[in-house]
């Protein structure tokens, strides 16, 4: 089965296609390198360019022919669609209509969405199962839940049928130490930490201690890479079944606060991992922690790398050998 992977040259898009052609699959990716990186993509045929073009997303699809589509490009920093909305709508709203069009075009009519847990906002209740009302509190948030729903509508109106992920924290690195996480700049938590125990930050960033939780720092759900996209490759196999529509929760069901994945750090490394107290950042849900019943129960999915300190243990593995892809 020939699969275009968009942003498969970022994090867990170069995870996706290693899997998918471990598989026995056929990946294609497309991927702007704006966040993604050309050395990541070690497994499949590269198509630079924007999802957005419309041209160029023609063009890919009518030299690849891919019976499915797994959507990853996009903007994720909570904090910089705070500051900046008008980027975040239109390379995770207006791109992906643009690559939905295309597909129309080309007559590809499965796709795989990477979506996020930010479209729940506030958690009314802990942990979070799909039917938790939709209501987020950032741009990034909004501009994914408008996707979903655009998604439902070119389904009812297309038949166009796919799978939104929502993920909450994506987070480890490829166990083989072929890939890991590599943003410029890095915003995620478990690779700042590491970067700070590796002696390439002078300390880690607290953003507020004041939150409704036990230790006063936000707490998050930690998904291992390979798991979530042993989830993906899955819901892809749904969609080939021929089944319908759906979302799916991704996460292992506990989460973990802020000074509780710098202690756990700490004791993966070695490193003492100083840390500073700064103020709140606009967007921050003080818990994030997913109900993943129905991705169980329905996709037969199981995480196989749920422990923290493994999930830190495959980062941490990355940063000491790889750390030369990006620079703090």
């Not at 040259?9 to 998918?20: F, N, P, Q, R, T």
């Not at 699959?25 to 993509?41: C, K, N, T, W, Y």
């Not at 075009?105 to 942990?127: C, D, E, M, Q, Y």
């Not at 999915?301 to 243990?313: E, F, N, S, V, Y």
């Amino acid at each position: 089965m020939k699969v275009l992977v968009t942003g498969g040259a970022g994090y867990i898009g170069s995870h996706m296609v290693k899997l998918l052609a471990a598989s026995g699959l056929s990946p294609e990716v497309v991927d702007d390198l704006s966040g993604g990186r050309r050395e990541a993509v070690v497994d499949a045929p590269l198509h630079v360019g924007d999802v957005g073009d419309s041209a160029f997303i023609d063009a890919v699809l009518a030299r690849t022919r891919p019976a499915a589509v797994m959507h990853f490009a996009g903007s994720i920093q909570v904090g910089e669609s705070m500051r900046e909305p008008a980027r975040y709508y239109r390379n995770n709203l207006v791109a992906t209509l643009a690559l939905l069009d295309a597909m129309r075009r080309h007559g590809t009519t499965r796709l795989v969405f990477s979506s996020t847990a930010a479209i729940f906002g506030n958690p009314v209740h802990v942990p979070i199962g799909e039917d938790h009302p939709k209501a987020p509190i950032n741009p990034y948030g909004r501009s994914k839940w408008m996707v979903e729903q655009a998604l439902a509508d070119h389904d009812a109106a297309y038949g166009l049928k796919s799978v939104c992920l929502r993920y909450f924290n994506a987070a480890g690195a490829d166990p083989d130490g072929v890939l890991g996480e590599c943003h410029d700049p890095e915003t995620h938590l478990i690779p700042l930490v590491l970067q700070v125990a590796s002696g390439r930050r002078p300390h880690i960033a607290i953003y507020g201690d004041d939150y409704q939780t036990a230790d006063g720092t936000c707490v998050r759900d930690y998904i291992h890479v390979q798991d979530l996209c042993e989830a993906h490759l899955l819901a892809l196999r749904y969609l080939a079944a021929g089944s319908a529509s759906t979302g799916f929760n991704l996460g292992n069901g506990h989460g973990f606060s802020v000074r509780e994945v710098i202690t756990a750090a700490r004791r993966v490394t070695g490193h003492p991992i100083p840390e500073v107290l700064q103020a709140r950042r606009a967007g921050d849900p003080p818990s994030l922690v997913a109900d993943a019943r129905r991705a169980r129960q329905t996709l037969g999915w199981q995480p196989r790398h749920a422990d923290l300190d493994t999930i830190i243990g495959h980062a941490w593995s990355w940063e000491l050998r790889h750390a030369c892809w990006t620079r703090p």
